[in-house]
């Protein structure tokens, strides 16, 4: 039988032009995947050691979930521990502890005194780890302590502070910026913005009830992974690094503090878990 050489021509034509599109299909998603490791920061070869990275009340940014519960339920009765609790809506997956808030205001007291510590847990599908920490204390009248001596304990503890006035934007109070192997970063370092401090994407809160946890459908609107949405993270100083900062309100007494204020959290560690889990949901859509 003879074959029509039109007929021919035209699935051949067909053919070239169904591989090429699989080629380019093929092609962008590559690039997607090179944009996102290009953005999203990469752990430290071996991962993230939590005994490097600054801690409070000896909760380390990066220790597992389990092990900073251990220690807060040690630290407070459970009279003074909330914990909040997110489960992903539409999803098999066990609901899973995002926040602690412990302690509150002190008693006995002579004038308004409190000590508060929260804790924030990363989001699955990746290791629940301590991605970020702060807490509030408020000095009782004839127990603060000196302004000069706490900036002291704190240099101490977490190295020398970032220069004020170094930075644009930069936020008052003491600051610090570490990579994730614990290595203070000079203020010269691209992208650092000491308010980045506490700022993370991951979600803020949940329910207080375990029976009725709050149920999260997005953790990144509208986020699909293209170059836009790359871009959106690569541009924004939050997305990486480590980050420590001390605001001290001082008391009447300027010489003695009143408030202190720290926040501290691991934002490369945040950026990677709310990327991980964002791609987790939005494979939970496409599966319906």
């Known amino acids: 039988m003879r074959r029509d050489p039109f007929i021919h021509n035209k699935n051949s034509i067909l053919a070239i032009i169904f591989a090429v599109a699989c080629v380019a299909a093929a092609g962008a998603a590559v690039q997607a995947s090179g944009q996102a490791q290009s953005v999203i920061p990469s752990a430290p070869a071996g991962g993230v050691d939590p005994s490097k990275l600054p801690e409070i009340e000896g909760i380390h940014l990066g220790m597992p979930a389990q092990d900073a519960l251990a220690k807060i339920k040690l630290m407070f009765p459970p009279n003074q521990l909330d914990m909040r609790y997110v489960k992903f809506q539409n999803a098999p997956d066990a609901m899973w502890v995002s926040q602690a808030i412990s302690g509150g205001n002190g008693t006995g007291c002579k004038s308004p005194c409190s000590d508060q510590l929260t804790v924030w847990f990363s989001t699955p599908p990746n ?84 029976n009725s946890p709050n149920r999260v459908s997005t953790l990144l609107p509208l986020f699909t992974g ?63």
Request: contains cysteine; charged residues 20%; aromatic residues 6%.
């Open 127 to 210: 290791k629940q780890v301590v991605i970020a920490i702060g807490r509030q204390v408020v000095y009782e009248i004839g127990k603060q302590p000196a302004m000069a001596g706490m900036m002291d304990s704190l240099r101490k503890q977490y190295g020398q502070e970032l220069p004020k006035g170094a930075i644009p934007n930069a936020v008052s109070g003491m600051s610090w910026v570490y990579d994730e192997s614990g290595k203070l970063l000079p203020v010269s370092t691209p992208k650092i913005q000491p308010g980045c401090a506490g700022n993370i994407q991951d979600f803020p809160g949940g329910g207080p009830n375990p």
């Open 226 to 288: 293209n170059a836009a949405d790359m871009n959106r993270i690569a541009i924004n100083p939050c997305r990486s690094h480590v980050y420590v900062l001390a605001d001290m309100a001082p008391a009447s007494n300027a010489t003695l503090l009143g408030i202190l204020r720290l926040s501290m959290s691991e934002n490369a560690e945040d950026t990677r878990d709310v990327y991980a889990g964002q791609m987790y949901l939005n494979g939970l859509v496409k599966k319906k």
